[in-house]
């Protein structure tokens, strides 16, 4: 089960992990730490070592170059010749990192040391060697078997990866960043916190974060567990590899568990792995060339392994040294590349690593790979190596595929002809030769014939019985080809003994008797109907079924017996249907809003009238118009009359004071709204400077010009309020820098201690008037003092940068005073709003009567005057009643006319909806909350009513008068009209009489129902019959039995059944026969096919005892043409070019393998060039090859770019 396979995998993950006190990234003691540095500092060795990448020169603590030589150096080379040594530039240029250890015991640990992670490095590629910062001293809450409780576990807590590197025996250890590797926090440690102590340690990135503020969140984090953390440094070999691998187990496990492999390793039992293939080795030949190519020599094994893989399979290739096993990984992965793929090739060992890396190299894909494991390789290295090889191609001869056509025509052309021809394939152990012999002795066919026989399997016995049974065949042939015309045809197969012959007589003597009685009851009803007989069995099934249903009808009325127009009547019972259920649906939903009783008794005519004045209203109103309640519209028809002579007043006088102006008469509404700007300009009488109006002043140049009389408006206010209660000394203070003080210090607990906050708050409550100064007086003042000093700023750039005094004219003079400002930021905004109005600019005239040059008129002012009120209120109206809103009225800028023609068309429609809403009130049941939009669909809904309505009653009306009777109105009573019409139409039809007319006995039945015929005695017949042919037909194969072989025996006429049943009463005797025709045939059709059976038995040219022996030519040649066509060497070999081809195939096959190296070339070239494009991952990879330090990890910077 899926949980067994979870607990295996977990199992298995935590045996990768070593969770006791033997890790020593768990219990690093004082014996494991021998190495530790004592200089320098550990934040500075931090920063040089990660940031700065440094490298740093080894020496023991004690050495200095004035300390005494000790007992212990004795053994050791000369201090003083190694201090010489490391005074030289090569090595004085390294700063140095003290390790606290004798230098004799020092120098050989460094040497054990270097020894034992190159040797692992070199073995299995991993690097092993970490400086560890921080020490953990804490304490397990779980007891370890045979351990104190109490045991203290002294743990590393950051782990550095570095390189320790020696030039040569004798020469200083240098100690530096190992650029491959990644600091990181101890895994090991992080583990066992999180799963057994349930602590979790902070997430820390080291590559931003300095060492001592790691620290500091890793001991607030463990302190209340009492735990400390001591700031040391050491050097020592620590192995978490496996690490890696146990939390992608952890991390990964339900996406590990759906592979299949993983399932099988697992020991899950059903595992839908991929099943081998089964590969013939010596077939292997006949494969294409360059499907088995390679390059490097592969024999029939070596392909086996290299097909499998390319296949998709799993697999294990083992064997002892020197078979050939790395050179098979050299050929499957250049087959792999070859053919569009990465591979991955890991391998504990570094050993196997080089040996498959040297055989890519002598075949020339050493540039295609990248080697993640070499510690002699730089990471810059490594990373310009893959720029370099995104950017250039391998250049290499073009392969030919000619080639490939050669070697193969030489490979197939070696196989000699004479032995072919002359060895016996299996199974059937007969040689090409003698089945031409035998050939030339049978006789051909009329016609070609194809049988489906598998020659493959053909064996001597096999051909014998194909013989035997077609021989068995010959006398029942003629049989055959009278085919289905034979009346026993489609028989099961069955013993055919004295009594099952009987018992088929006996059943054909029941279908005789039951066709007689079926016969006699049809023509009694036909008889006292007057209607003609039925023809076949399943014509009396129609016609019984017919007579029952007109036996159910009730007396039909007068008007269909003398008039049959049938079709009509038909298509309007069914209209009518169609009416009511329409009317039924429609009386669902208007019943709703409507009064049905009421809504019928209108005509179509009057709601269409209705609807056209809804329309007429609600066309191009705005939508929240139209779903406000219509109550709104008939409250305000008075307001929709006045809006047009309101339109049209406003007009004239915006025409009059535009003639004037000198300007020309409004077009839209636009300019109505522009002028009621000048007319409330010159109304107010605003005095305006002539260089407003100047077009050299732009929007923005004028917009500025009003922000300075803002800013000054806005100075000038901060300044008085500040007046009010503040002396002048308070200017004094430097906004900026007071502001800065009180908001440091304000509020906090001290703040009297700081002497700038004394200052400032002496200086405060010396210029305040008042009795006592508040802190949020004094925040106020501070805030208005820095706003004020803002504002001279701003004020200050816009004097530089304009001209105020020549722009605001008289205005500037008396700008001190607030009447005045109040007057200039309301001319300005006037102004603006006129220009905005007029961009094109105004005419002279107007300018001079603005700017006060000349003197308004009384009776411009007049006309101004009364444009305000007029517009006011028409514009008033149409925001109210929704107008202003209308499509192309402001938009579009549409004729004045048309827009006040609107609102003449608008105010006639709610006037006429006002004259008949009393009308409308009496129809509809609820219209106090009834919008315009709605009354419109409810209109259209009743008027589709009454539309119905009219064509039902005109249709129903119609019918009554030809049928002198009406049914009623609902749909299931004219339900039963059209069936009982349909009924009776077909009645009609079977009349055997001249058309038009109806004989007495049926137009008696048709108005007596009681006087019907009854239909007992033909049921019963026809009961009989179906059990007659029941009976028999379960003695047939479907779908026979069948009237000359054709017709089911219901279809036939009673006469070509009489017939059927007698031939099969006299032919009785040939059904052993049949059957055993049935039984051969099937027999040979199963080795040869039905077609080919059916087309040798049909062969009316063919002689039948000549028919074996046809049989026979036609398998043993399709088994010739199989041998000759499966076999090249029996149709392309030539004995004259026998050696030639031995030669040639020798040299061939040496080439194919520099033909596989240059197609596989070929391919990466074409891939490289899809790479190479300006992607981003590309771009990454170029600048990490540029940088000069600091680069990513390969694994990092792969990880970035291709995932």
């Known amino acids: 089960t899926e949980e067994l396979l979870r607990e295996r995998l977990s199992e298995l993950a935590k045996s990768l992990i070593d969770l006791s006190p033997r890790n020593p990234l768990l219990q690093s003691n004082t014996r494991r730490r021998i190495l530790a540095v004592q200089e320098p500092p550990l934040e500075q060795l931090w920063t040089k070592l990660l940031e700065n990448g440094e490298r740093f020169l080894i020496v023991p603590g004690e050495w200095d170059d004035n300390s005494e030589i000790t007992e212990k150096e004795t053994s050791f080379e000369a201090r003083a010749e190694w201090l010489n040594l490391i005074k030289k530039a090569r090595w004085s240029k390294y700063p140095r990192v003290e390790i606290s250890l004798p230098a004799d015991r020092l120098f050989s640990n460094l040497k054990r040391l270097r020894r034992r992670v190159l040797t692992l490095y070199h073995d299995a590629g991993i690097w092993t060697l970490f400086l560890a910062f921080g020490l953990l001293r804490w304490t397990p809450g779980r007891r370890i078997p045979g ?63 300095a060492i001592k503020e790691a620290f500091e969140k890793i001991a607030e984090t463990v302190k209340e567990r009492g735990w400390k953390l001591e700031p040391v440094c050491w050097l020592n070999v620590f192995s978490f590899y496996k690490m890696a691998i146990y939390r992608d187990l952890t991390q990964n496990s339900e996406r590990i568990l759906t592979h299949p492999v993983i399932k099988a390793m697992l020991g899950a039992e059903k595992v839908d792995l991929k099943v081998h293939t089964d590969i013939d080795k010596r077939s292997l030949d006949n494969r294409p060339c360059d499907e088995i190519a390679t390059v490097l020599p592969a024999d029939s094994s070596q392909l086996e392994a290299i097909l499998r893989v390319r296949n998709g399979e799993s697999l294990l290739i083992h064997g002892p040294p020197g078979t050939g096993k790395s050179q098979t990984i050299v050929n499957i992965i250049s087959d792999a590349i070859r053919h569009g793929k990465s591979v991955l090739f890991v391998s504990e060992k570094r050993a196997a690593l080089e040996v498959v890396l040297r055989r890519l190299r002598q075949v020339g894909l050493e540039p295609f790979c990248l080697d993640l494991h070499n510690y002699r390789i730089k990471r810059q290295e490594v990373i310009k190596s893959i720029e370099q090889e995104l950017n250039s191609h391998l250049k290499t001869a073009a392969p030919s595929d000619r080639l490939l056509t050669r070697l193969e025509q ?12 002359h060895t016996p394939f299996p199974p059937l152990k007969r040689t090409p030769y003698q089945v031409i012999g035998r050939l030339s002795r049978l006789p051909l066919p009329p016609s070609s014939i194809k049988i489906s026989i598998d020659v493959k399997k053909l064996t001597e016995t096999k051909l014998n019985k194909i013989i035997n049974l077609t021989q068995s065949l010959v006398p029942v042939v003629n049989l055959f080809r009278e085919g289905p015309t034979f009346p026993w045809w489609g028989l099961k197969e069955m013993i055919f003994s004295d009594a099952a012959r009987l018992e088929l007589v006996e059943h054909v003597k029941r279908l005789e008797d039951a066709m007689r009685q079926v016969k006699e009851a049809i023509g009694k009803i036909c008889q006292s109907l007057c209607l003609q007989s039925p023809g076949n069995i399943k014509q009396v099934y129609d016609f019984s079924s017919l007579i029952k249903e007109f036996n159910k009808l009730p007396s039909l009325p007068n008007g269909w017996i003398k008039v049959q127009d049938f079709d009509k009547w038909l298509a309007l019972v069914k209209k009518n249907i169609k009416f009511l259920e329409d009317l039924n649906e429609l009386q669902k939903r208007v019943s709703r809003f409507a009064k049905w009783k009421v809504l019928l008794s209108l005509s179509p005519q009057e709601i269409k009238r209705y609807q056209q004045v809804v329309i007429s209203i609600s066309s191009n109103l705005p939508k929240n118009i139209l779903k406000q309640p219509l109550r709104f519209l008939l409250d305000r028809h008075a307001d929709f009359k006045i809006l047009p002579e309101l339109l049209e007043k406003a007009r004239c006088n915006a025409d009059s004071l535009r003639d004037k102006l000198g300007l020309l008469p409004c077009q839209n509404l636009e300019d109505l709204q522009r002028t009621s700007v000048l007319a409330e300009a010159i109304a107010k009488g605003t005095v305006f400077e002539q260089r407003w109006f100047s077009r050299d002043i732009t929007p923005q140049c004028f917009e500025l010009y009003q922000q300075f009389v803002v800013y000054f408006n806005e100075k000038s206010l901060l300044q008085q309020r500040l007046a009010q209660e503040w002396d002048k000394d308070l200017f004094a203070l430097e906004p900026g820098k007071a502001w800065e003080t009180w908001k440091c210090w304000h509020g906090k607990l001290f703040r009297s201690l700081n002497p700038s906050y004394r200052s400032l708050w002496r200086h405060l409550k010396h210029a305040y008037r008042g009795k006592r100064l508040l802190p949020e007086k004094a925040t106020s003042a501070l805030s208005d003092l820095l706003r004020i000093k803002e504002l001279e700023v701003l004020l200050e750039k816009l004097r530089k940068k304009l001209d105020i005094q020549g722009f605001l004219g008289d205005y500037y003079k008396n700008l001190e005073t607030d009447e005045v400002r109040k007057k200039i930021i309301e001319a300005l905004q006037t102004a603006k709003n006129i220009r905005e ?68 068309v608008k105010a006639d429609a709610v006037e006429e909806l006002y004259s008949v809403w009393g009308k409308l009130n009496s129809l509809l049941k609820e219209t106090k909350n009834i919008s315009l939009q709605d009354l419109e669909n409810y209109l259209k809904e009743m008027h589709k009513v009454l539309e119905v309505n009219e064509s039902y009653n005109k249709v129903t009306k119609s019918l009554a008068t030809e049928w002198k009777w009406r049914p009623q109105d609902t749909p299931e009573a004219w339900n039963k009209v059209l069936k009982s019409l349909e009924v009776w139409q077909k009645v009609v039809s079977l009349m055997d009489v001249p058309e038009g007319t109806v004989p007495p006995s049926l137009f008696e039945v048709a108005q007596r129902p009681e006087s019907r015929p009854s239909c ?139 033909w596989t190296f240059a197609k596989t070339v070929q391919k990466l070239n074409e891939r490289r060039r899809k790479i190479i494009e300006d992607k981003p991952e590309v771009q990454l990879i170029r600048r990490e090859a540029r940088k000069k330090r600091r680069h990513l990890s390969v694994r990092k910077l792969i990880q970035r770019a291709f995932y």
């Not at 550095?160 to 650029?179: N, S």
């Not at 030489?410 to 021809?421: G, H, Q």
């Not at 055993?1076 to 096919?1089: K, N, V």
């Open 410 to 421: 030489r490979r197939n052309a070696l196989s000699e002809y004479v032995k072919a021809i």
């Open 837 to 904: 109005a007029f961009p094109a600019g105004l005419p002279l005239s107007a300018q001079r009567i603005l700017c006060g040059h000349e003197g308004t008129s009384t009776e411009i002012l007049a006309i101004a005057k009364e444009l305000i009120q007029n517009w006011g209120e028409g514009k008033e109206l149409l925001c109210q009643l929704g107008l202003e809103f209308l499509e192309g009225n402001f938009a579009e800028g549409k004729p004045l006319g048309s827009v006040i023609a609107i609102c003449r």
């Open 1016 to 1154: 007992e005695q033909l049921e019963q017949a026809l009961r009989e019959w179906e059990k007659a042919t029941e009976a028999i037909s379960e003695r047939f194969e479907s779908p026979f039995p069948k009237v000359k072989g054709t017709k089911p025996l219901i279809e036939a006429s009673f006469q070509e059944l009489e017939e059927h049943l007698r031939a099969m009463r006299d032919r009785i005797d040939e059904v052993q026969d049949y059957l055993d025709l049935q039984r051969l045939r099937e027999a040979l059709a199963q080795e040869i096919s039905n077609e080919a059976v059916d087309a040798l038995l049909n062969m009316q040219d063919l002689p039948t005892e000549k028919l074996p022996e046809v049989v026979e030519r036609l398998i043993l040649g399709k088994w010739l043409d199989h041998v000759f066509a499966s076999s090249p060497p029996l149709r392309e070999f030539r004995w004259k070019r026998h050696q030639q081809y031995i030669q040639e195939f020798r040299e061939l096959d040496a080439k194919l393998e520099e």
């Open 147 to 209: 351990r104190k409780k109490t045991e203290v576990w002294e743990s590393p807590l950051f782990l550095v990866p570095v390189t320790l590197d020696q030039g040569a025996p004798g020469e200083p250890f240098l100690l530096g960043p190992y650029e491959d590797g990644e600091t990181q926090l101890n895994p090991a440690l992080s583990i066992y916190l999180q799963e057994i102590e349930k602590l979790s340690l902070p997430e820390i990135d080291l590559d931003t974060t």
